[in-house]
């Protein structure tokens, strides 16, 4: 009864509950207040530029440091490529330096001979400004032209071969001119042709030469001369330089061999031996009497001076090639030198053998002129060969003409054996079989 009068009349309180922690884990983050403590801000600078990134520091790595994660030694094998590579391409300008040297010698050495014989040299022509010029006035300006070129008359075709042309001389249409030297530029190449050179006979080892082809007029200046001043004046001339066909030569007796394999002209020719002629030196001819009137005492002499370095020099109307038809052996006239260049590039010695060939022609237009025996001789040699050219040309004619028949045969029996049924078929090819054992035993019969 105490107790309820004083909580009535605000008694004694009771003693304040203390929670459980342990009891409402679920709420024990809520079970202290908020820390009325501030969180401190650290003050922010600010600039005109704007605010500054921080410097990051970059780790000490093996990877930015070549040196030590690599040596030279492991690229000894790049290093001798570009060594290899290095050697070669000095070999090779070196070697091109030193035939375009070679060439140049060659051609500032026979300059003046060609200029003399030639009205022009080179080919870039007749120049414009000479168009309207005549008689010798042209020619003096064309001399001028010829020697104003200098090197510039030798064309270049590769690294080793090397050209010039020259026309405008009576009796000699035009002149074609190779030097064909050693590859300097690739000695690999070189060491290889000199090797199969020395084990085959029929391999010619490499060297500098020079080929000279001569096409003579022969009495077609009307054909190649066009319409111009003083063309007029070589039309009166054409039956003036006309000459003999024949083929004739001096060659070299150790490539004596291999141009008579080689040319098919030669082919024609006999050898003998004139004791006008060096040792080294022997006459291939179709007859005597065009060696005495071809043989002068100048060729000799040229023949003399040029030395060992002669090859050859022909004179000819038949192809080089051995002809397959009966049109390929029209004659065709020419002047063929070749020789060697020496190795001192002194090409004195050789001028007056190249003077020669260029004069030629004057020899051949005066003194080609043989008795009909001996024309006859020749005829026949050349009536010989053409027989046997169209001999060869109908066994081939009749080679095909069978080979065309036992097509349509076969196509009639193919078409023969699909019309039948397998009965008739089984029939046909026995009585074929038959006839094939005929035609069998009839031959061995021939044969015993």
Do not use: C
């Not at 070129?149 to 050209?163: C, N, Q, T």
């Amino acid at each position: 009864m105490a107790n309820v009068i004083n909580n009535l009349f605000g008694g004694a309180k009771p003693a304040s509950v203390i929670p459980d922690k342990a009891g409402d884990s679920d709420f024990a983050d809520f079970a202290e207040g908020a820390d009325p403590s501030p969180i401190p801000i650290s003050p922010v600078t600010t600039t005109l530029a704007g605010a500054q990134p921080a410097k990051t520091v970059v780790p000490y790595t093996k990877w930015y440091n070549v040196h030590e994660r690599h040596s030279l030694s492991e690229f000894k094998a790049e290093g001798f490529i570009l060594a290899a590579m290095t050697v070669v391409l000095v070999l090779h300008l070196f070697g091109a330096r030193l035939n375009r040297s070679k060439a140049k010698k060659w051609i500032r050495a026979h300059a003046s001979t060609l200029g003399s014989e030639f009205a022009l040299v080179g080919f870039s022509g007749v120049p414009r400004a000479l168009s309207d010029k005549s008689g010798d006035e042209l020619t003096q300006a064309l001399a001028d032209s010829n020697s104003q070129k200098g090197d510039g008359i030798l064309k270049e075709k590769s690294l080793f071969e090397f050209a010039t042309y020259a026309t405008g001389r009576v009796n000699v249409a035009f002149v074609d001119v190779k030097l064909t030297l050693v590859k300097r530029f690739n000695p690999f190449i070189t060491l290889a042709e000199n090797v199969i050179g020395f084990f085959w006979d029929s391999y010619a080892q490499p060297t500098d030469s020079v080929e000279a082809t001569l096409y003579p007029f022969d009495g077609k200046e009307a054909l190649t001369v066009p319409a111009m001043p003083g063309a007029a004046e070589l039309r009166q001339n054409d039956k003036k330089s006309t000459f003999d066909g024949f083929v004739w030569a001096i060659v070299h007796k150790e490539s004596m061999k291999q141009v008579r394999d080689e040319r098919y002209d030669v082919s024609l020719t006999y050898t003998k031996d004139n004791n006008k002629l060096p040792q080294w030196l022997t006459v291939m001819t179709e007859s005597a009497e065009i060696t005495d009137a071809l043989l002068t005492p100048e060729l000799i002499k040229a023949a003399e001076s040029a030395g060992d370095l002669l090859e050859y020099l022909i004179v000819s109307d038949q192809p080089i090639d051995k002809p397959t038809t009966v049109e390929e052996t029209n004659p065709r006239k020419r002047i063929f030198l070749k020789y060697r260049l020496p190795s001192d590039n002194n090409y004195e010695p050789l001028l007056p053998i190249f003077q020669y060939f260029l004069r030629m022609t004057d020899q051949l237009v005066q003194a080609a002129h043989f008795r009909p025996e001996v024309l006859r001789k020749v005829k026949s040699v050349r009536d010989e060969m053409i027989k046997g050219i169209k001999k060869a040309s109908e066994q081939e004619k009749a080679e095909e003409l069978a080979v065309e028949r036992e097509k349509q045969r076969k196509a009639k029996r193919d078409a023969e054996l699909a019309a039948m049924d397998a009965k008739s078929q089984k029939k046909y090819l026995e009585k074929e079989r038959e006839r094939e054992a005929k035609r069998q035993t009839k031959k061995m019969t021939t044969r015993a």
